[in-house]
């Protein structure tokens, strides 16, 4: 199960919201199928607020966006900042030749004469010159003849935002070549123009610009799992001293998924200033830490290629086997959906009277994600290879793809790509059936319906029902719209959109198709299950009541 839900994605930082546990439409935890006023524990609440905080797959496109807006933002400002003066828009339209020639003539003027209007009419010749240059992409050129203007003694404010404009314009282009450190550079130097224009205002928002693009540069060096340069590079957008708190809560998460509590309860402490102060999930999340610290304090560790592994002294297993199957895990899911991450699973296993404590979850929870780490029960880790095989690769790919989703993709999509990892031919046909009776007695939830977690859920039966539905829909899309279309939908819920605009987007479906698509699916004949389905399903049941709730 994930224990999670996203806050807004960290990739754009400026939009950072306060976590809430709502969901679009109905919450399956209230609507009329489900018990009523159920709620999650408070440990899975912080958890859900940590991981989606700060685990976005920056996305080139939502930045290349962010660039375009600041850029109109910022001559939507300087036409309110200089109605009567010159613009950053030409007012004249003609060859280059002719161009030249009056911009030539209105600096002759200016030499004779330094009034305000000679100053102003020589700014704005300029721009007028200036503007087929930017067309045609000849930067150097453009600020060449702004720099000679100002030298000139042309009006500085219209000028000195053109020359930031420009090197906004090329940070774009720079960043359509994914080139972090060009990109940084240009966007530093249209700062740094912006630094001489008196508007305080306009300097800000080119200070705010740069503070966001310093963040998202860290948020994906995370990502990327080079945790020493993401901590690096929030460390220096810290010190712009714009929004901090969502910086703070980024590197309180950065040094959590490393076991540093020391230094993610200093974060903490930042984090909760100014407007999270009183965020219920902050407020919770040292004393979650604390259980966790507690819990792993005499853990031992062993890192391999991929994978970080806590687990109590004493207990006995074959680390060997386990890596193993997480490898196997890995490649299955690669080969399956077309997803990666070169980030390492960082897994603990828990004693079984420990692991309901720890997660704060119901018995039937064997497996779950909070925190962005993965939780194991201990009797897991000691199954047969081929059990442990099934179990490893519905935790693995639970785990991925909450992680390349920020925490924000719905539970049905999650649940369902983790049982279809698992159990690739499909739900049990007795949970259809079963899902197919309450269906006819209109006692099923639509997967606009299936967003929270189902950890939520005390009774394994109802959570191995919402598990089907959520694999046999995931199956459902994957025959409509190819696999292509998962890795789509993981991006798409990462930049924190809502789930069924996601789903429109990417699919060209809204739920109401998809739950008609689906219920047209379910309908068809049912085909008998091989042998070797009803073994994996027994496998499966170590993990999920999808398999321990339906085997024979």
Request: net charge negative.
């Amino acid at each position: 199960m994930t224990g999670r839900e996203g806050l807004g994605s960290l990739t754009t930082p400026r939009f950072f919201d306060v976590p809430s546990c709502s969901t679009n439409g109905e919450s399956i935890v209230n609507n009329k199928f489900f018990h009523a006023g159920m709620i999650f524990p408070l440990a899975i609440l912080i958890s859900l607020w940590l991981a989606g905080s700060c685990l976005a797959e920056a996305d080139p496109e939502v930045r290349r966006q962010m660039i375009r807006e600041f850029e109109e933002k910022q001559k939507a400002r300087r036409e309110a900042l200089y109605p009567q003066s010159a613009t950053t828009t030409p007012d004249k339209i003609g060859g280059l030749d002719e161009l030249r020639e009056a911009m030539g003539k209105s600096r002759l003027e200016l030499n004779s004469s330094k009034s305000k209007n000679n100053r102003i009419a020589a700014a704005q010749a300029t721009i007028n010159y200036i503007d087929p240059l930017i067309r045609m992409e000849q930067y150097d050129e453009a600020l060449r003849q702004i720099n000679t203007s100002l030298d000139m003694g042309a009006d500085p404010g219209v000028l000195i935002l053109k020359a930031a404009d420009i090197r906004t314009i090329q940070a774009e282009a720079a960043m359509n070549e994914l080139d972090w450190q060009k990109t940084y550079q240009l966007l530093e130097d249209a700062w740094r123009m912006a630094k001489r224009f008196e508007q305080n205002e306009v300097q800000n928002d080119f200070a705010q610009r740069l503070r966001d693009f310093q963040f998202d540069w860290a948020v994906t060096l995370f990502h990327e799992g080079n945790m020493t340069d993401a901590q690096a590079k929030a460390v220096e957008a810290l010190t712009w001293k714009i929004d901090p708190e969502p910086i703070h809560a980024f590197l309180m998460n950065l040094y959590f998924r490393e076991d540093k509590y020391k230094e993610a309860r200093e974060e903490l402490s930042q984090a909760r200033r100014g407007p999270l102060r009183s965020d219920p999930f902050l407020v919770g999340f040292d004393e979650f830490m604390k259980r966790e610290e507690n819990f792993e304090r005499s853990y031992r560790s062993r890192q391999d290629d991929g994978l970080i592994l806590k687990w109590p002294s004493g207990m006995t297993f074959d680390p060997n086997l386990l890596t193993k199957a997480f490898n196997d895990a890995r490649q299955t899911v690669e080969k399956m959906f077309k997803i990666k991450t070169p980030l390492p699973v960082r897994a603990s296993i828990y004693q079984v009277s420990d692991f309901p404590q720890m997660i704060q979850g119901p018995d039937w929870v064997a497996a779950c994600v909070l925190g962005g780490k993965l939780r194991l029960r201990a009797d897991l880790v000691s199954l047969k290879e081929k059990d442990l095989q099934v179990v490893v690769r519905y935790a693995y790919a639970l785990w991925i793809a909450d992680l390349l989703s920020d925490g924000k993709a719905p539970a049905w999509i999650l649940e369902g790509i983790a049982h279809q990892t698992a159990f690739p031919n499909g739900p049990p046909q007795e949970s259809l059936a079963e899902i197919r009776k309450r269906l006819s007695q209109q006692k099923i939830a639509t997967f606009r319906e299936l967003q929270t977690p189902f950890q939520g859920l005390p009774e394994a039966r109802e959570a191995s029902i919402l598990m089907a539905q959520s694999q046999s829909g995931v199956r459902v899309l994957i025959n409509l719209k190819g696999l292509d279309c998962i890795p789509s939908l993981l991006d798409g819920y990462a930049t924190g959109k809502e789930a069924e605009d996601v789903l429109k987007e990417v699919c060209d479906l809204s739920y109401d198709d998809l739950f008609e698509a689906w219920e047209k699916e379910l309908n068809k004949t049912s085909k008998e299950k091989s042998k070797s389905d009803s073994a994996i399903i027994r496998s499966l049941g170590y993990v999920s009541p999808l398999g321990s709730q339906w085997q024979k």
